[in-house]
């Protein structure tokens, strides 16, 4: 029985080590001339290229390796709409009706953004502000989907094999503007932003280790008509 309670504590190491693999966080912030902006009344937000760039932003932290530190990345699909801001106590917030797309680019290319790129889809969740800050999808809810990456990068590919993931923006303005105020008037409003994206493990990968423990422990009580386990029997 200890050679058994020894098999049902390996398969529980192991199944640990399946739901780990392939997480991976990357923090990014702006390169020079990049902002969040909001465009007033419209009701939309987009992120501006850098200055004289295709891009927009860069990995500053995160990954398992430095490979992946200083790769340039971006946003597309933008300006972004959001509708009705609802308002809860200082805060107020506002769904995201339009998707957008994410790139990063590996670095492996001859010059600037010519390598391989990750790319997924975006939906963006949530829009909110309070005081004198806000954020996109502040509740780092899934949204991001269909990760793709042929490249080599470890940290890419560890984010491309989750499938799925989430991305965070955060911004804070000079003064104190609601989310109401960044809607109203002609705008626009800019401000620096930093960022997070995080692969989230498939679900699969976890149901299927725990279906196989579940299994096993079913063996283990059919093997032992008591339905007892006794450690060292």
């Not at 390996?10 to 739901?19: E, F, Q, R």
């Not at 969040?36 to 927009?56: C, Y």
């Not at 991305?167 to 609601?178: A, D, K, W, Y």
């Not at 002609?186 to 976890?206: D, K, Q, R």
């Amino acid at each position: 029985m200890k050679r058994t309670l020894l098999r049902i504590l390996y398969l529980g190491a192991t199944l640990s080590a399946v739901v780990t693999q392939g997480s991976v966080t990357l923090n990014f912030g702006p390169d020079i001339g990049s902002t969040i902006q909001f465009n007033g009344s419209v009701n939309t937000f987009q992120i501006n290229n850098a200055t004289s760039a295709s891009w927009q932003w860069w990995i500053t932290s995160g990954g398992s390796s430095a490979n992946v530190l200083g790769d340039y990345g971006w946003f597309s699909g933008g300006p972004w709409h959001y509708g009705t801001i609802h308002t809860s106590g200082d805060v107020q917030y506002a769904d995201i009706t339009s998707p957008g797309t994410l790139t990063i680019d590996d670095g492996t290319g001859l010059g600037p953004v010519t390598g391989t790129h990750l790319t997924g889809n975006i939906n963006w969740g949530r829009v909110s502000t309070t005081s004198n800050q806000g954020g996109v999808n502040a509740a780092t809810i899934l949204n991001i989907s269909g990760l793709n990456y042929t490249g080599s990068d470890p940290d890419l590919l560890a984010l491309a094999s989750s499938l799925n993931g989430s991305v965070t923006l955060s911004f804070i303005f000079n003064g104190s503007m609601t989310l109401s105020q960044l809607s109203s008037g002609s705008g626009p409003y800019n401000m620096g932003y930093s960022g997070t994206i995080t692969a989230v493990p498939e679900a699969s990968t976890l149901v299927a280790g725990a279906g196989g423990l579940g299994l096993a422990l079913l063996i283990i009580g059919r093997a032992r008509p008591s339905g007892v386990v006794r450690i060292g029997k």
